[in-house]
């Protein structure tokens, strides 16, 4: 059988071609703790960042939308009562009965993962024996569920969308292979559920998107796309050390999203229990957040207070820290809210962003800092979206820029493997309008920031985008991705503002 999903908490393995992602993840590193214990596992809520105060001060993530796509829940556990969660539906249906795939179940062996990562986000703190439970960073955040089922079954879904009337599901054709050409090994032969939907909640007005499960290739690109149309920010979990990889793929290594990688207590790196080995990251890596020695609510045996690892885990707590900048700064966007994160990485206070490396990206994150700087006055641009490849990020490790071919078509940079405006005129062509940037009004957007053809954003300069990847293009980067992480190492910028635990300076 063809796999083609994987999990972010520590354990997966996966390998895969350069057309069909597929992968094995075995069960998430999980154990049951008693009482006593729970104290250390809830360092994040503590140590890092005082939930407890945060929320007293009334900033508790209210009136922003956090969409979590991951593959099912338990909505009924002790440590979501109350909290303001809505399971918004799927985007695969079993294409032998026609039924939707379960994304609602009591079953922990099929719901803990997706709930742990919620419990990362809206968790009450309080477990079923009224001890100590998982505490969510942004409890009073709407959150939205998007459930794809289990991720090593997520190639056999047919696929719909429930934002579009006119089953604009194409993904792959329309984004991958702007000739037709069918890439992915499913049923339905059109795209994937999870990239699928990530564009479903952007469509439907989520302002943050939190992904903790990874499918799919080119399918990232169009959503990021959309993401940075709509001014919606998409944070997702990385590769962790047991992973083992023969391919790079979406939605991490996608240009203008925020990877996270995972760390302990001590500002130590997502450790290998097998190997000793420490968490992977990614190229164009964001932050370094909690995601190690976590408390959770289940694991796949049994529901109840649990030891929890993974990026899986970083994820959800990154996009909470957005949520609560932009509950307390009302008038500031998400991309102000990610300037204002990278501008108060490591012990805090503002300094200039500077990229760390693969690992620990523009360094830890510090909620706590950030959201003492008043981000309205900050760039209301996608600080992780390299537009230009004069950009240090798209530096190779020998020091050489970036270049582009001269139609402006394909790029090479470092950061990531796209999507990229082309510097030349825009497309003339397109394959449909699934292919197209549309506003909430239905128009053609002609600018991945919003703006009118005649102000160009000051970060591009540019004027009319209309992006498609071209297929011949995205296999060459995809072969190119496979000694990517393994071979890495770019100049790095010192960032003597940037301290954390254990003396650490990133």
Known sequence: ????????????????????????????????????????????????????????EGVTGEGVTVAVIDEAINTEVPELAGADVEVRGTTC????????????????????????????????????????????????????FYGVGDVEEVDQCELRDPTR??????????????????????????????????????????????????SGLGDWDQVLIEAQARGVAVVTGTPNPDTELGFIGGPWLTNGAAPVSAIDANGELLTSAATGDRGSGSSNLA???????????????????????????????LAGSLALIMQKYPDATVFQALQAMVRTTGAGGEHEPVWNDTRFGYGYANPKSALELDPRELPDVNPLFVSDVSDSRCAAPD????????????????????PFPPQAEAYAAVVNDGAQVLS???????????????????????????????????????????????????????????????????
């Open 1 to 56: 059988m063809i796999r083609r999903g994987v999990r972010l908490s520590s354990g997966a393995f996966m390998l895969a071609s350069a057309v069909v992602l597929m992968s094995y993840a075995s069960p998430a590193v999980a154990a049951p703790v008693g009482p006593g214990e729970r104290s250390d596992l809830l360092w994040n809520a503590k140590r890092w960042l005082d939930y407890a105060a945060l929320q007293e």
């Open 93 to 144: 249906v079993d294409p032998e009965t026609g039924e939707p795939v379960q994304i609602e179940s009591t079953d922990p062996a099929i719901s803990e993962h997706g709930t742990n990562v919620v419990s990362m986000l809206a968790g009450s703190g309080t477990a079923e024996d009224g001890g100590p439970g998982a505490a969510g960073i942004a409890p009073k955040a709407s959150v939205w």
């Open 165 to 214: 009337a006119d089953g604009d599901i194409d993904l792959a054709r329309d984004i991958s292979l702007g000739d037709g050409t069918e890439i992915y090994e499913n049923p339905s032969g059109e795209g994937d559920a999870t990239a699928l939907a990530a564009r479903a909640a952007i469509r439907d007005g989520a302002d943050i998107v939190s992904v903790s499960v990874l």
């Open 399 to 418: 020091g050489s820029v970036g270049t582009v071919s001269e139609n402006g078509d394909k790029w090479a940079c470092e950061w990531s493997l796209g």
């Open 440 to 506: 909430d009004s239905g128009e053609r957007v002609d600018s991945v920031y919003g703006q009118a053809a005649d102000a160009p954003s000051e970060a591009t300069g540019s004027t009319l985008w209309v992006w498609i990847a071209v297929g011949g293009g995205i296999v060459v980067l995809v072969l190119i991705a496979v000694v990517v992480l393994a071979t890495r190492k770019r100049p790095r910028a010192e960032n003597h503002h940037q301290t954390v635990g254990g003396g650490h300076e990133r």
């Open 287 to 317: 932050f370094a957040a909690p995601g190690a020695s976590l408390l959770g609510v289940g694991d796949e045996s049994a529901w109840g207070p649990t030891r929890i690892d993974g990026s899986s885990y970083a994820a959800p707590i």
